[in-house]
């Protein structure tokens, strides 16, 4: 059965770092390029990071650029993405998806996670 799993959200003060981790399960991981996205309330969902077949071709919006991190380990199935300097508009929904073609756009990706709230709050 694919799945895509969050986990790792919650709750953290503004300047403070979140890590949430994506495990993958039902296709072949190594095949696919992996993408995190976030959905705000009234907003469309919009990609922040991404991550091609080799771990180094990444991409980032440039709203988290030098504050995010995307990085995949193909032995365990599982993306990351390392959130520092957190403020109140990353708040949101974080999204995990995967396809065969990267980038930051929504239509790249064919499969979804349930997504995990991330809020950054004092």
């Known amino acids: 059965q694919l799945k895509l799993v969050e986990s790792g959200g919650g709750l953290v003060q503004p300047g403070g770092s979140l890590r949430v981790s994506c495990v993958a399960s039902?296709?072949?991981?190594?095949?696919?390029?992996f993408g995190w996205f976030r959905q705000i309330p009234g907003r469309e969902r919009e990609g922040v990071a991404c991550?091609?077949?080799?771990?180094?071709?990444?991409l980032y919006s440039g709203s988290v650029r030098g504050r995010f991190t995307i990085s995949r380990d193909n032995a365990n199935n599982t993306v990351y993405l390392q959130m520092n300097s957190l403020t109140s508009e990353d708040t949101g929904v974080y999204y995990c998806?995967?396809?065969?073609?990267?980038?930051?756009?929504?239509?790249?990706?064919?499969?979804w996670g349930q997504g995990i709230q991330v809020t950054v709050s004092s």
């Open positions: 998806a995967a396809g065969l073609w990267w980038g930051l756009v929504v239509d790249h990706y064919d499969k």
């Open positions: 991550i091609g077949t080799k771990a180094t071709s990444v």
């Open positions: 039902g296709f072949t991981f190594e095949n696919h390029a």
